[in-house]
C-alpha cells in the first residue's frame, strides 16, 4: 500500500494518464457510486439517482479522455521513430527542400511584415520617409473609453462620480 501512494504521488507530477493515477481515479468514483446506492437505499431520494447519473458521465469522459491521450502519445512516439529513421536514411533531406519550395509562395503573418519593412526601407529611400513613419504611428480609435485596451481605473473613477 505504501508503494501504491508513493507512486501515485509521483504520478501526479507525470505528464499524461499513468496506469497508478487511473486505478485510484476508478477506485474512487467506484467508491463515490457505492455511497450514491447507499444514500439512496436510506434516504430514497431521487437526487443520489441524479448525483449517481452525473457521477457516471464524469467517470466515463474521465476514461475516455485518458484513453485518447494515451493514443495520440503513442501516435507521436510513433512519428518521432518514423522520423528518426527516415533522417538517418538521408531521405529526409529531400522532403525538406520540396517543403521550403511549397512554402515560398504562401503568405504568412511573417512574410507579410517583411514586406512591409522592405516598403518601408523602400519608402525612406525615395524620400517620403515621414509619410511612412506617420502611417506607422496612425492606430485606429474605438472611441474614448469604450476601447478594450483602457486601464481599469477609468471604470473606477465613474464609480466614485457615481
Request: glycine residues 6%; negative net charge.
Amino acid at each position: 500500500m505504501a508503494s501504491f501512494m508513493e507512486e501515485l504521488w509521483s504520478s501526479i507530477f507525470t505528464p499524461g494518464p499513468t496506469p497508478t493515477l487511473l486505478i485510484a481515479t476508478n477506485v474512487t468514483f467506484a467508491a463515490l457510486q457505492l455511497l450514491f446506492l447507499v444514500l439512496l437505499l436510506a434516504t430514497y431520494s431521487i437526487h443520489f439517482v441524479v448525483l449517481s447519473f452525473l457521477s457516471g458521465g464524469l467517470w466515463f469522459s474521465i476514461n475516455w479522455f485518458a484513453r485518447e491521450v494515451q493514443a495520440v502519445q503513442r501516435a507521436q512516439e510513433a512519428d518521432k521513430k518514423a522520423q528518426a529513421e527516415t533522417e538517418s536514411t538521408g531521405s529526409d533531406k529531400n522532403r525538406k527542400k520540396d517543403s521550403v519550395l511549397d512554402s515560398a509562395d504562401s503568405e504568412t503573418e511573417t512574410e507579410n511584415l517583411v514586406g512591409q519593412k522592405k516598403t518601408s526601407a523602400s519608402a525612406l529611400t525615395t524620400g517620403s520617409a515621414a509619410s511612412a513613419s506617420q502611417d506607422a504611428k496612425k492606430r485606429i480609435s474605438n472611441g474614448g473609453d469604450s476601447s478594450g485596451y483602457g486601464s481599469t481605473d477609468s471604470e473606477w473613477e465613474k464609480v466614485d462620480q457615481n
